[in-house]
């Protein structure tokens, strides 16, 4: 189990997520009342994770979103969840990798005179990946779970820093109304739901773990109080770092972590930081890679995509085939941008933001949606409270937020590109081929 929480924390990579979605919504959000979002998309993923966990406690697969979806709504619906899943996570991956590649540059060249292309580290980073891919969800924990202990570590220092030099900074301001209401709220709320993306891996690795349906919701409940405190602690610990955080992090949100380390710190805490954030993007991109391979993996076993995915290592017991395809899935997507001379932060990024972002919601709505329409047929064990209420008011909240996505898309994705502007067609295609799919092989589905 606590595996299983760390592969979460690690696909979440919570120290990337302060250098990165949480200090833009300081930035460019809404300011400090980013804290109060915080709390509120906590509870919002509280209300989802009811009905995601008693659909997880119903059937336990290694392609969980999918499997839940057509538990309730049907092969088409599943098969569709299935496509999109495995879209935005092989995406994600090539990202993390990309994201490796690039800090694992500027950390060496910074501090250790070390200048080579960062794709050079991108390959290092793959070939760690599919090494802790094939040899399965055990040793990838391991890992994940050290490098996410050296993120809490280094923010925690941080918090006691700030805490201890200037503990009146820690005003209750960001928690209130007018707080939370004022700038970019939209903004806040779109870089806050994104900043917890990964959160079905508990789910997913129930089945390689041999895991009750009782430990993947303790996973995944502990998983999302640790991302809720850790979010909560590091955001809270910028805003009184600063005298105006949202003026600081405006003109490059991406320095606001490194400059309240380096000023409480010392100057040594920004190599260091350099590390950590290149450490982070790696267990990040083991995450995903075993995600997206798993997926692939529980596709291949159903019949939706070729069943030679569906194999697993002899000894090892692991999808090994699917691990490979999943290595060779991220160098197709990154080649490109290599040999284009194209820099990974302003190109790759953009695209997988906005993709992952939207895929998220279709899943998480999806997942609503199918807990719902299960406890009304009889088919999900659970009391109504968790299974239809709560179920109904995040399927609401995840709707208005998927809103907030496609009205501020420039914005989130920060890129004005007609072809950035233009990836969510992937994930309209990915849903129309998988609901076409699953329609085709609903009898080979009821093996996965």
């Not at 879209?87 to 990798?97: P, V």
């Not at 596709?299 to 691990?323: D, E, F, Y």
């Amino acid at each position: 189990m606590p595996g299983m929480v760390f592969m979460v924390v690690a696909a979440t990579a919570p120290l990337t997520a302060m250098a990165s979605n949480l200090s833009l919504s300081l930035g460019l959000g809404a300011g400090e009342g980013t804290l109060g979002w915080i709390l509120l998309i906590g509870v919002l993923l509280v209300f989802f994770t009811a009905g995601y966990i008693a659909l997880a406690r119903t059937v336990v697969s290694a392609g969980a979103y999918h499997v839940f979806v057509r538990h309730g709504l049907g092969p088409s619906a599943g098969g569709a969840a299935a496509f999109v899943a495995t879209i935005a996570y092989n995406l994600a991956c090539a990202g993390m990798i990309a994201a490796t590649g690039y800090f694992t540059d500027q950390a060496l060249t910074t501090y250790a005179g070390i200048d080579l292309p960062w794709a050079v580290y991108s390959v290092v980073a793959l070939a760690v990946v599919w090494l802790l891919g094939f040899f399965g969800a055990g040793l990838a924990s391991k890992v994940a779970t050290v490098v996410s202990l050296l993120q809490f570590v280094l923010l925690a220092v941080l918090a006691i820093a700030v805490l201890g030099r200037d503990p009146g900074q820690f005003a209750t301001d960001g928690f209130t109304p007018g707080s939370v209401t004022s700038g970019g709220a939209a903004l806040t709320v779109v870089f806050v739901l994104l900043s917890f993306a990964g959160y079905e891996a508990a789910a997913t690795y129930g089945e390689e773990c041999n895991a009750p349906g009782k430990k993947i919701k303790y996973a995944t409940y502990l998983a999302l109080g640790l991302l809720v405190l850790v979010f909560l602690i590091s955001t809270w610990t910028l805003v009184a770092a600063y005298d105006d955080v949202q003026a600081a992090a405006a003109p490059d949100p991406g320095a606001v972590l490194g400059g309240a380390a380096e000023h409480y710190l010392g100057r040594y805490a920004g190599g260091l930081i350099s590390v950590t954030v290149a450490l982070s993007f790696l267990a990040a991109a083991v995450a995903f890679h075993n995600m997206a391979a798993r997926y692939g993996f529980a596709l291949g076993r159903a019949g939706l995509l070729p069943r030679v995915l569906g194999r697993t290592h002899r000894v090892r017991a692991t999808p090994h085939i699917a691990v490979g395809i999943q290595v060779a899935i991220d160098v197709l997507v990154l080649v490109p941008f290599v040999v284009g001379g194209a820099d990974p932060l302003t190109t790759v990024f953009p695209s997988i933001s906005g993709v992952t972002s939207l895929s998220l919601i279709f899943l998480m709505v999806s997942c609503a949606l199918s807990a719902v329409v299960s406890s009304v047929r009889g088919t999900l064990n659970g009391a109504g409270l968790g299974t239809r209420t709560l179920s109904l008011i995040a399927c609401a909240g995840l709707l208005a937020v998927g809103a907030l996505i496609v009205l501020n898309y420039g914005q989130v994705t920060g890129s004005s590109s007609p072809a950035v502007a233009a990836m969510p067609a992937l994930i309209v295609l990915g849903a129309v081929a998988g609901a076409l799919a699953g329609r085709r092989r609903s009898t080979g589905l009821q093996d996965a």
